[in-house]
């Protein structure tokens, strides 16, 4: 099975787009709120005595991180600090 762009196969995006159409599809409301809620909900998780380090990266994979990071409404920062703590926390 062949993964688009967006990581999921066309039967499975048909299968959205299907649900979506039928009006399965529920509101979050005001996504903004949300979306301040799960971040402040990831700072709490994450807070803590900090470290500052520096790390080099591939630009590339740079870019991409910040894509993910603007996806997700968080900056990048947040993001790898999110990936490394649950890599380290299995």
Aim: charged share 35%.
């Amino acid at each position: 099975m062949e993964k688009g762009k967006a990581g999921i196969t066309e039967t499975e995006e048909r299968d959205l787009i299907e649900s979506s159409e039928r009006g399965e599809w529920v509101s979050v409301g005001n996504i903004e709120a949300q979306r301040a809620f799960w971040q402040d909900a990831a700072r709490r998780a994450l807070d803590g005595k900090r470290q500052r380090i520096s790390i080099s990266i591939p630009e590339r994979d740079l870019a991409r991180l910040k894509a993910r990071a603007a996806e997700e409404g968080m900056p990048y920062q947040t993001l790898i600090n999110s990936i490394l703590h649950k890599y380290v926390e299995g």
